[in-house]
């Protein structure tokens, strides 16, 4: 398995120092914004530009792409997303900071597109799957590892946000030097989300509510954090633990999904979700506990968008679910934008604990809208299940490298 990793060695190297440099960017603004007395709403808001950029971005930067080529088209996101990096020690202000969320968000989405179709070309029919999951790992890791960049802030405020440019410039050099040939962009044809809908209600509808509780949490987990009490190194340790618990689950939740009704599993995912959110609201805990239930929280909350992923492929033909794939991403991104202000009213109305109320809710209509689809529709019968595939929430380019990996 190793030897298929090594071909790709740079785009792996790129992907990991890129998300040690900007998966904790989310974190640390959040931080800062409560520090200066920024309203939960504010905090919501700014978070949700990024994720409106993420989806806009998607959407747009495969023209950018197609016409100056991968390696330039990465070499100008990068440097963008650096320089906005630098722009939030310069200037402190939730407006400003807004617009830069957005940009961040486009420019993350070109990288993504840039390196996920590059791993596509690379991967072989023998060792896609492989491929995709050390890019998950790497991925995951980085963003993981970037939480305990956090500390720095602690005696010298701007010194994150530099670290963060200089890292995110590192990243330019393992794709800058390589000799891998510039692949051509898949084509991801549009599938009607009506049609989507029709043909697996519960993976839109899944996809949809699991967008919205990791945007809420993305957005106001630290927040949430901060306003219990804990302190800064405790952030980094309560999101590195949730990044991690949702790794370590994904594939056991996976397995079993192969073996069973799927939806069972995505129900299950759900409602054990609803209930450590529960917890993690109603009970005194500790610090060590907040930690424990945030892990349990990430990795049933984290193998809900492959689970709902693969739930809507076992209702679609060879030939839809690159498309439809791709339109799960979105739909998840639409999710995202939505949840930091939803997450944002409900510590408005309840207080701190008001961001895990709400994301409880939503995992509890998540799973009651699963129970009602058992009741509406057979079950796939366990042969004609297709094999569950562990895959990022970034662009509809990581469907094209998780779909052909399937066929």
Same mark, same amino acid.
């Given at each position: 398995?190793?030897?298929?990793?090594?071909?790709?060695?740079?785009?792996?190297?790129? +992907?990991?120092?890129?998300?040690?440099?900007?998966?904790? /960017?989310?974190?640390?603004?959040?931080?800062?914004?409560?520090?200066?007395?920024?309203?939960?709403? !504010?905090?919501?808001?700014? &978070?949700?530009?990024?994720?409106?950029?993420?989806?806009?971005?998607?959407?747009?930067?495969?023209?950018?792409?197609?016409?100056?080529?991968?390696?330039?088209?990465?070499?100008?996101?990068?440097?963008?997303?650096?320089?906005?990096?630098?722009?939030?020690?310069? +200037? %402190?202000?939730?407006?400003?900071?807004?617009?830069?969320?957005? +940009?961040?968000?486009?420019?993350?989405?070109?990288?993504?597109?840039?390196?996920?179709?590059?791993?596509? #070309? #690379?991967?072989?029919? #023998?060792?896609?799957?492989?491929?995709? @999951?050390?890019?998950? !790992?790497?991925?995951?890791?980085?963003?993981?590892?970037?939480?305990?960049?956090?500390?720095?802030? %602690?005696?010298?405020? %701007?010194?994150?946000?530099?670290?963060?440019?200089?890292?995110?410039?590192? &990243?330019?050099?393992?794709?800058?030097?390589?000799?891998?040939?510039?692949?051509?962009?898949?084509?991801?044809?549009?599938?009607? /989300?009506?049609? /989507?809908?029709?043909?697996?209600?519960?993976?839109?509808?899944?996809?949809?509510?699991?967008?919205?509780?990791?945007? &809420?949490?993305?957005?106001?987990?630290?927040?949430?954090?901060?306003? +219990?009490?804990?302190?800064?190194?405790?952030?980094?340790?309560?999101?590195?633990?949730?990044?991690?618990?949702?790794?370590?689950?994904?594939?056991?939740?996976?397995?079993?999904? %192969?073996?069973?009704?799927?939806?069972?599993?995505?129900?299950?995912?759900?409602?054990?979700?609803?209930?450590?959110?529960?917890?993690?609201?109603?009970?005194?805990?500790?610090?060590?506990?907040?930690?424990?239930?945030?892990?349990?929280?990430?990795?049933?909350?984290?193998?809900?968008?492959?689970?709902?992923? &693969?739930?809507?492929?076992?209702?679609?033909?060879?030939?839809?679910?690159?498309?439809?794939?791709?339109?799960?991403?979105?739909?998840?991104?639409?999710?995202?934008?939505?949840?930091?202000?939803?997450?944002?009213?409900?510590?408005?109305?309840?207080?701190?604990?008001?961001?895990?109320? !709400?994301?409880?809710? /939503? @995992?509890?209509?998540?799973?009651?809208?699963?129970?009602?689809?058992?009741?509406?529709?057979?079950?796939?019968?366990?042969?004609?299940?297709?094999?569950? #595939?562990?895959?990022?929430?970034?662009?509809?380019?990581?469907?094209?490298?998780?779909?052909?990996?399937?066929?």
């Amino acid at each position: 398995m190793m030897s298929s990793a090594y071909p790709v060695r740079a785009l792996l190297v790129a +992907i990991f120092i890129l998300m040690m440099g900007s998966g904790f /960017l989310s974190t640390l603004i959040a931080i800062r914004l409560e520090l200066a007395g920024a309203s939960a709403g !504010i905090i919501g808001l700014v &978070a949700t530009s990024y994720f409106a950029g993420l989806m806009l971005g998607s959407l747009r930067v495969e023209k950018v792409i197609t016409r100056i080529g991968h390696i330039r088209a990465f070499a100008a996101f990068v440097t963008v997303y650096s320089a906005s990096s630098l722009t939030y020690a310069i +200037i %402190d202000h939730p407006g400003v900071w807004t617009a830069l969320r957005f +940009i961040d968000g486009f420019a993350m989405a070109g990288v993504f597109v840039c390196l996920e179709s590059w791993l596509n #070309q #690379q991967a072989s029919p #023998q060792n896609r799957s492989a491929v995709l @999951a050390f890019y998950m !790992i790497a991925l995951y890791c980085g963003q993981a590892a970037g939480q305990f960049l956090l500390n720095l802030g %602690d005696n010298a405020p %701007d010194l994150p946000f530099m670290v963060s440019a200089i890292l995110l410039s590192i &990243a330019l050099l393992p794709v800058l030097l390589t000799r891998m040939e510039q692949p051509r962009i898949e084509a991801v044809a549009p599938f009607s /989300l009506r049609r /989507l809908y029709k043909a697996s209600p519960l993976g839109i509808v899944g996809t949809l509510m699991t967008g919205a509780m990791l945007g &809420a949490f993305y957005a106001l987990g630290a927040v949430y954090i901060q306003r +219990i009490g804990m302190g800064l190194s405790q952030v980094a340790l309560f999101t590195s633990c949730v990044i991690a618990g949702g790794v370590a689950l994904q594939y056991p939740l996976g397995l079993l999904s %192969d073996r069973f009704d799927r939806r069972l599993i995505v129900i299950l995912c759900f409602v054990a979700a609803a209930a450590v959110c529960a917890a993690i609201a109603l009970l005194p805990l500790g610090p060590t506990g907040t930690i424990a239930l945030g892990s349990l929280f990430g990795g049933f909350a984290f193998a809900l968008y492959p689970l709902c992923v &693969a739930h809507s492929n076992d209702h679609l033909t060879e030939e839809e679910r690159i498309s439809a794939s791709g339109g799960l991403v979105l739909v998840y991104s639409a999710g995202a934008v939505a949840g930091p202000l939803v997450g944002s009213a409900g510590m408005g109305a309840f207080g701190p604990t008001g961001l895990f109320i !709400i994301i409880g809710a /939503l @995992a509890a209509w998540g799973g009651a809208f699963g129970i009602w689809r058992l009741a509406m529709r057979a079950a796939v019968p366990g042969e004609l299940q297709q094999t569950f #595939q562990s895959l990022p929430r970034t662009t509809p380019m990581a469907a094209v490298l998780e779909a052909e990996g399937d066929g």
